[in-house]
């Protein structure tokens, strides 16, 4: 499957270099599309909007799902909103503007897929997104390689747990895990 939002991917890595900000974008959008396209979640969580680029991927692997996602730097929550709509997928993805831990337990729903890409991930937050996740959903968890020390250590101990996690793949050679919650 090609990358349907590739000049959004091209336009995130310009406004990183000018911006100075840490949006580093998802290398594998496409491989975000198919996986909707194939497992078909009504409800998916993002954190980590950047200008939107996952989102949009995310949105256009089945015009049925409907994208909660996360972001805290202003900027970027105005520059995704402009991208959604100029994409006509703002019926399907609604951008929150603030921080994870403030938003996350304001969250109504349980989700059938999470994508976490908002800098490092850690236990505390992946614990919140198990909380979010229903029993058989998906947590797709990237920046995996920017985890280091004790962090890291206790972040691959929850993600192995065989109690709460089933490994179904990975994208970016390694750097994002997808997981079905057990
Ligand atoms: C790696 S970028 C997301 C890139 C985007 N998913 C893409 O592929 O283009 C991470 C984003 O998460 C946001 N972020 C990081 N930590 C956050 C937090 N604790 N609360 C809210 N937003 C956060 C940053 O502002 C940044 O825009």
């Avoid at 994508?115 to 959903?137: C, E, Q, S």
């Avoid at 985890?147 to 192995?160: D, F, I, R, V």
């Amino acid at each position: 499957m090609s990358d349907l939002h590739a000049d959004l991917q091209a336009l995130t890595r310009t406004h990183r270099e000018e911006h100075g900000c840490g949006a580093q974008t998802f290398s594998d959008g496409a491989s975000l599309t198919e996986l909707v396209a194939r497992l078909r979640p009504q409800r998916i969580l993002e954190l980590g909007t950047g200008l939107g680029y996952t989102a949009c991927c995310l949105a256009s692997g089945w015009k049925y799902a409907h994208i909660d996602t996360i972001e805290g730097d202003t900027l970027h929550v105005t520059l995704a909103r402009e991208q959604i709509a100029k994409r006509k997928l703002g019926g399907q993805i609604t951008v929150i503007h603030g921080l994870f831990a403030t938003e996350l337990p304001k969250l109504g729903s349980v989700y059938d897929l999470v994508f976490f890409d908002g800098y490092v991930p850690d236990r505390p937050t992946i614990l919140m997104l198990r909380d979010r996740l229903r029993t058989g959903g998906t947590l797709v968890c990237a920046n995996l390689d920017l985890t280091a020390g004790s962090g890291a250590m206790e972040l691959m101990n929850e993600l192995s747990d065989p109690m709460y996690w089933r490994r179904d793949g990975v994208l970016e050679a390694g750097a994002t895990v997808i997981l079905t919650k057990i």
